[in-house]
């Protein structure tokens, strides 16, 4: 069996891509081994993650998106936009509008355009969620988790979690080039204790007005990645909560894979939306043959 596929990538979040909109071409009890080989740096092809583009009953298109190690994401910020690009320059979803099935949720999706081609994606990533139980925290679920200081392995870590659908720990330093991402990274992402499903580890750098530098731990590719969508969403409300932005203007992300733009609806106190705002890209396509 042979599998044709796309490679994309969204500031830097590169991704596989394979389009089942007409035909499964991966059996569901296979999709998380096929995922894990493919996703190989070494071994396969080599990316952040994997779309399957599928039909939806309630939706334009439905955004079927695996980790590296072959869980299921929840969403994926920029691998969403690399989805838009591709059903609507393939002809599959022929709307400068639309809305894309995922398991956080239906996200609406702005297509941006130079010439013929989709350049950036403002995709909505619905209403970040603050109180600990929806924010996937332990403790009281109606209290919110800001600035709050954990101690981990005989290290203390101030940080601020955020849901966007999937969880996320923010953390704010005034130098994040010299750190040690992997580890520290790691060692939140596994803190059971106070994160029981794991959680997404954010490094946020304040440069200027409403713009920072970040860096990412990722839950699910066990590294650090180049950005994060949800993650990027996630660190702009931390921002506003901790009084290091405002949502009045657009909040500017400088990550290593590129530049990206939160917009913010709602006050401080009531964050309602947040919306993604960044490019997408083509890298190549190909056939894989699995070895499954």
């Keep these: 069996m042979q599998v044709n596929f796309t490679k994309l990538q969204g500031s830097g979040n590169d991704f596989i891509l394979v389009d089942e909109w007409d035909k499964v071409l991966i059996a569901e009890a296979d999709k998380a081994a096929f995922v894990k080989e493919i996703c190989q740096r070494h071994f396969g092809v080599g990316s952040d993650g994997l779309i399957f583009v599928a039909k939806s009953d309630v939706a334009d298109v439905n955004f079927i998106f695996y980790n590296p190690d072959g869980s299921r994401a929840e969403m994926c910020g920029n691998g969403i936009r690399c989805l838009a690009k591709y059903v609507y320059e393939q002809g599959i979803v022929a709307k400068k509008e639309m809305r894309v099935e995922t398991l956080a949720g239906i996200k609406s999706l702005n297509l941006v355009f130079k010439g013929d081609s989709v350049s950036e994606v403002k995709v909505g990533m619905g209403r970040p969620q603050v109180k600990r139980g929806v924010a996937q925290v332990t403790g009281d679920p109606d209290k919110t988790f800001i600035s709050q200081k954990v101690m981990i392995h005989g290290f203390e870590y101030t940080i601020t979690s955020v849901g966007m659908g999937n969880p996320h720990a ?123």
Aim: glycine letters at 10%; aromatic letters at 8%; hydrophobic letters at 40%.
């Design 170 to 292: 923010v953390l704010f330093y005034e130098n994040i080039d010299g750190l040690d991402v992997k580890n520290i990274g790691a060692r939140i992402r596994n803190h059971l204790h106070v994160f029981p499903n794991g959680v997404n580890v954010h490094f946020v750098e304040l440069v200027g007005i409403n713009e920072f530098k970040i860096r990412t731990y990722e839950r699910g590719v066990e590294d650090e990645t180049l950005a994060c969508g949800t993650g990027i969403c996630a660190s702009a409300v931390a921002s506003v909560l901790t009084a290091k932005a405002t949502p009045s203007k657009p909040i500017v992300f400088n990550a290593r894979g590129g530049r990206v733009k939160v917009e913010l609806d709602g006050t401080t106190e009531n964050i309602s939306e947040a919306y993604l705002i960044g490019p997408a890209e083509y890298v190549f396509t190909g056939v894989y043959t699995p070895k499954l």
